[in-house]
């Protein structure tokens, strides 16, 4: 279980990630990148158009101290669609909404 510090650092990190990210110009306009913190352990997932710019996303995210580990699930290819990525947004609220109402589950640590 994280504390909520960590959760904070956690967040104020991928954050931290996700603007270095989206403010390169080898990047931007090119890639579609997510970002999660856990721990300080980081995970890359999305998409990148070659071998080239997937290392520059994990040399990019490990340039932060605060980052203990990487985990780089990056795949080649277009950048998913944003209706596709609309609708992992509303599928993942909708997973995220039953939790929080179930009662066997701590809302703190989803």
């Known amino acids: 279980r994280r504390t909520v510090g ?3 650092d ?3 990190l ?3 990630i996700s603007s270095k990210l989206s403010t390169n110009e080898q990047l931007k306009g090119q890639a579609h990148i997510n970002v ?3 721990n300080g352990v980081a995970l890359l997932v ?3 158009p070659n071998e ?3 290392r ?3 040399r990019l995210a490990e340039s932060l101290p605060q980052v203990t580990r990487l985990h780089n699930q990056l795949r080649l290819g277009s950048p998913t669609q944003a209706s596709v990525r609309t609708h992992d947004v509303w599928l993942a609220t909708k997973v995220k909404s ?3 109402a179930d009662k066997r589950v701590d809302g703190l640590h989803i």
């Open 6 to 8: 960590t959760q904070l």
């Open 10 to 12: 956690d967040a104020t």
């Open 14 to 16: 991928a954050s931290r």
């Open 36 to 38: 999660e913190v856990f």
């Open 46 to 48: 999305g998409q990148v």
């Open 52 to 54: 080239q710019l997937k």
């Open 56 to 58: 520059e996303a994990q």
């Open 98 to 100: 039953n939790l929080v």
